[in-house]
């Protein structure tokens, strides 16, 4: 009889994006390159933006699998970064196999010119039971960029009964404007540990959303009135930049704030929203 032992398949993948102005001024890819998980759609204008959704090809994140993801925005240009569907976060099973391969990981690096302008805002990331990710991100803005850049974590796969399931969360996040440190969070969330307690004391089921805003064009980020169904907070980090937190009861309350807030963020900004068209 005789044994066949398979090895499992790890993606390493990336993205790759230069955004600059066209002839005509227009905001356009200058360079780009990714492959699975990573893959775009075709690029669209809308309210003067350049739009692109960022798609994962496969059905998630599984162990060992990487992506590594550079985008740049020139001076001038415009660029919003999306995604249609959830990022999803697979059960890991990894107790024979070396921390690199037990876990999913992700590198952003994302830089901005002086008067350029970038906009992060990708759908929910869940994490299943199980799950491990680290992900670093860093960014760098000129003096003069333009930043709106989105970060979301779910409990889990609620409808299935999984809720904080996952066995680890790493996030590192550094945002620099000038050469400046502006942010510099770390997030170590597991079971385990007690991180989990501050985002189940307000819902047991709790969903939280990040958006750093960078602009010189804004003296304040004023918040909404009328919406009481999520915890919200503004956080001013700089001239020009701020710190959005929310907690949500569930998904649907936090998408209906998000495009609120949104809406609201650009109208502040003295501009239309750009669609995103997912």
């Known amino acids: 009889m005789t044994t066949t032992t398979t090895t499992p398949t790890r993606l390493a993948g990336h993205l ?8 005509r001024g ?3 890819l200058r360079r780009q390159s990714f492959c699975a998980p990573a893959h775009l759609s075709k690029p669209h204008h809308d309210a003067g933006t350049l739009v692109v959704n960022l798609v994962n090809p496969t059905a998630g994140f ?6 590594r993801i550079d985008v740049q925005v020139e001076r ?6 999306t995604a249609p569907s959830a990022s999803r976060m697979h059960t890991m099973r990894g107790a024979d196999c070396s921390d690199d391969e037990a876990r999913a990981e992700v590198r952003q690096s994302f830089r901005v010119a002086g008067g350029g302008s970038l906009e992060w805002w990708p759908e929910l990331l869940i994490p299943q039971r199980g799950a491990r990710l680290h992900q670093r991100t860093s960014i760098e803005l000129e003096t003069g960029a333009e930043l709106i850049f989105l970060e979301t974590l779910a409990p889990g796969r609620v409808a299935s009964g999984e809720v904080f399931a996952f066995d680890e969360i790493r996030w590192a996040t550094d ?3 000038g050469g400046r440190l502006l942010v510099r969070e770390r997030f170590h969330l597991n079971q ?6 501050a985002l189940r004391r ?4 709790a969903y939280y959303a990040s958006v750093l805003v960078v602009s010189p064009a804004l003296a304040a980020l004023a918040t909404l009135a009328g919406f009481d169904e999520a915890w919200i907070g503004v956080s001013k980090l700089a001239e020009g930049a701020f710190a ?3 907690l949500a009861p569930d998904s649907l309350t936090l998408r209906r704030q998000l495009a609120h807030w949104r809406v609201e963020i650009h109208r502040q900004l003295g501009r239309a929203c750009p669609s995103l068209r997912r």
């Open 16 to 23: 790759e994006l230069v955004c600059g102005l066209d002839a």
């Open 26 to 28: 227009q905001s356009s």
């Open 62 to 67: 599984l162990a060992g699998d990487r992506l």
């Open 76 to 81: 001038g240009a415009r660029l919003l970064l």
């Open 175 to 177: 945002l620099r404007r």
């Open 192 to 197: 385990k540990n007690g991180s989990l307690d």
């Open 202 to 205: 307000q819902f047991p089921t």
């Open 244 to 246: 959005l937190k929310m």
